[in-house]
Each structure stands twice: as C-alpha cells, then as structure tokens.
C-alpha cells in the first residue's frame, strides 16, 4: 500500500485547496496536529505518530468515497 503521505501530496499538487481541507478532516477524526505541523508532516519534515498516518489513511478513504 502506497504511503498515504504520498497520495495526500499528489492531491495538493492537483489543487492547492486540499491541504486545507485535508487538515480540517484530520482533526475532525482525532488528529492533534497544528496546520503547519500536518503540513510538515505530508512533506516527510516532521513525524507524528504511527496513529496519525492511520487518521490520514481514513481522510483519504472519506475523500474518494
């Protein structure tokens, strides 16, 4: 399975906007990331724990439903 990381990016490169609605969905599902840490994050710049990528991995799912 592709990092979810990776597909995240590929959706901001497509249309600046995600970025933004991917952190609001992040939250809505538990994530506790600031803005520019989620950021950081989808970049490879900051880590977050093992339970983060599993919360963008949902985001992503709630997206191409």
């Known amino acids: 399975m592709e990092d979810p990381r990776l597909t995240a990016r590929k959706l901001i490169e497509q249309d600046a906007g995600y970025l933004h609605e991917l952190w609001v969905r992040y939250w809505a599902n538990g994530g506790d990331a600031q803005f520019f840490e989620f950021q ?26």
């Open 40 to 65: 950081a994050y989808l970049y490879g710049v900051y880590e977050r724990s093992p339970f983060d990528l599993k919360i963008l991995t949902w985001v992503l799912e709630e997206i191409s439903a």
